[in-house]
């Protein structure tokens, strides 16, 4: 008696016709979880710069960079002078000269000044141009941390740092790190090393006519003299002078 043997047809299994349509949501998953970890990756490294300098020296900024490959590519010295100075050795001069000049509400603000800052884009709005509406706090921040620009995306990260330096910092390392790290005349960056170019002297021993020398330029120090100075910046350096005496004394 033969044995049948029966075949057994195995079904196919069924078309995964949204095959596709997975494929595509894995790719989005995998861009997200991208997206996520850059999105961390720059929170950890961002929040840990701003924690590291606020105990240690900087050491040179985007800038002192910048200008310095500009002055390679135009054929020029790469002349580099900044030495860090403790804000207690600077002159209270200097601070006060700084703010005077700079940003009036500097000691009381939060980062911003949204007065000046007002003014600043009325003033755009009629084609003209003044200077007020960055603070000391904005400087510092896109000074240590960024590039120079106007686009929106570095206004930007230039608030993110701002908010960062206010609370991580405080007023007090804000002030010491901006008269380090301020271009104060062509490759003299910090107040040491300015005080030494322009007037041969020690950071802590600057007059308020000097400190205001100092301060009057830092719109374009580049062009102008805090010695041998145009009449436009003696006339800013009186300004500053008269300003000074109402700062008073300063309680970081």
């Given at each position: 008696?033969?044995?049948?043997?029966?075949?057994?047809?195995?079904?196919?299994?069924?078309?995964?016709?949204?095959?596709?349509?997975?494929?595509?949501?894995?790719?989005?998953?995998?861009?997200?979880?991208?997206?996520?970890?850059?999105?961390?990756?720059?929170?950890?490294?961002?929040i840990?710069?701003?924690?590291?300098?606020?105990?240690?020296?900087?050491?040179?900024?985007?800038?002192?960079?910048?200008?310095?490959?500009?002055n390679?590519m135009?054929?020029?010295?790469?002349?580099?002078?900044?030495?860090?100075?403790?804000?207690?050795?600077?002159?209270?001069n200097?601070?006060?000269?700084?703010?005077?000049?700079?940003?009036?509400?500097?000691l009381?603000?939060?980062?911003?000044?949204?007065?000046?800052?007002?003014?600043?884009?009325?003033?755009?709005?009629?084609?003209?141009?003044?200077?007020?509406?960055?603070?000391?706090?904005q400087?510092?921040?896109?000074?240590?941390?960024l590039?120079?620009?106007?686009?929106?995306?570095r206004?930007g990260?230039?608030?993110?740092?701002?908010?960062?330096?206010?609370?991580?910092?405080?007023?007090?390392?804000?002030?010491?790190?901006?008269?380090?790290?301020?271009?104060?005349?062509?490759?003299v960056?910090?107040?040491?090393?300015?005080?030494?170019?322009?007037?041969?002297?020690?950071?802590?021993?600057?007059?308020?006519?000097?400190?205001?020398?100092?301060?009057?330029?830092?719109?374009?120090?580049?062009?102008?003299?805090a010695?041998?100075?145009?009449s436009?910046i003696?006339r800013?350096?009186?300004?500053?002078?008269?300003?000074m005496?109402?700062?008073?004394?300063?309680?970081?």
């Amino acid at each position: 008696m033969g044995v049948k043997v029966r075949k057994i047809n195995k079904a196919k299994p069924p078309v995964n016709k949204g095959r596709k349509t997975t494929a595509k949501k894995t790719t989005g998953e995998k861009i997200k979880w991208f997206l996520i970890k850059a999105f961390l990756w720059f929170l950890g490294v961002s929040i840990g710069s701003v924690i590291f300098f606020k105990f240690v020296p900087v050491p040179f900024t985007p800038l002192m960079v910048i200008r310095a490959i500009e002055n390679k590519m135009d054929g020029k010295e790469v002349y580099f002078d900044h030495d860090w100075e403790p804000l207690d050795k600077i002159s209270m001069n200097l601070q006060k000269a700084v703010i005077a000049s700079e940003d009036a509400t500097f000691l009381t603000h939060n980062g911003f000044d949204f007065n000046a800052l007002q003014k600043a884009y009325k003033s755009n709005e009629r084609g003209r141009r003044i200077r007020g509406g960055s603070t000391i706090s904005q400087q510092t921040a896109k000074n240590v941390f960024l590039w120079q620009g106007k686009s929106y995306f570095r206004k930007g990260l230039e608030a993110y740092f701002t908010v960062l330096i206010e609370l991580i910092w405080g007023k007090e390392r804000i002030m010491e790190v901006y008269l380090n790290s301020i271009e104060m005349g062509d490759g003299v960056y910090g107040a040491y090393a300015a005080t030494e170019h322009w007037y041969r002297r020690d950071a802590a021993n600057l007059t308020k006519m000097q400190a205001a020398g100092i301060a009057a330029i830092l719109p374009n120090p580049r062009k102008f003299k805090a010695t041998g100075s145009s009449s436009y910046i003696n006339r800013r350096k009186e300004r500053i002078v008269r300003e000074m005496r109402v700062i008073g004394k300063i309680n970081y």
